[in-house]
């Protein structure tokens, strides 16, 4: 993790062009890249300076529904790589786990050509273990860029993960 303070953010590559994973920023001088991407639709205060802005308002959801269509989502992932290919990048939405995870793990498999689980191991292991805990965006991104081998998978049990992280005690609710 890297920061500013209290402002804290992930590195998940670093070539071509580094790509930033983190919260949502509290002013536009903590952000680590010239290109933001939003996947929450919400913004610091002020005005962004210098920094180019992509934004997709995504909601942290269950129904399959209410997700984005894939052509229009991946129209969206193309605009951003056409300014991201050559320059760094930051991706936020508020928890950094399901609507960032969902939007970056595509980016990965579509523009930076990994393999589906690949994309995801990266977010797990440089964000953190319960990206995509949401497990319908999983499920999208496995369904939409895996091939036969990569289609199933185990939730992420957010429960469990929590009592792990807090070495059992009660009362992380």
């Known amino acids: 993790m890297y920061g500013r303070g209290k402002f804290e953010y992930d590195t ?12 949502l920023p509290q002013s536009w001088s903590d952000v680590p890249a010239p290109v933001v991407v939003n996947l929450c639709g919400v913004f610091p205060f ?3 300076g210098d920094h180019t802005i992509f934004t997709l ?7 399959q529904d209410a ?7 991946e ?13 760094g990048s930051y991706w936020h939405c508020h928890a950094v786990l399901n609507r960032s995870g969902l939007a970056l ?7 930076r050509g990994m393999r589906v ?9 440089r964000r953190s273990p319960v990206v995509l805990c949401n497990s319908l965006f999983e499920e999208t991104l496995r369904r939409w860029y895996g091939d036969e081998t990569e289609q ?3 939730p992420v049990d957010i429960d469990r993960w929590l009592v792990e992280r807090t070495g059992g005690q009660k009362g992380w609710r």
């Open 117 to 125: 689980s690949e994309a995801i191991g990266l977010l797990r292991t």
């Open 12 to 23: 998940i590559l670093e070539e071509p062009a580094p790509i930033f994973m983190g919260p």
């Open 75 to 87: 129209a969206f992932l193309g605009c951003v790589h056409a300014e991201v290919q050559n320059r």
């Open 46 to 48: 002020g005005p962004p």
């Open 67 to 73: 997700l984005p269509e894939r052509s229009a989502f």
């Open 105 to 111: 793990g595509a980016y990965l498999c579509i523009h």
């Open 152 to 154: 199933g998978f185990e």
């Open 57 to 63: 308002a995504l909601h942290d959801v269950q129904e």
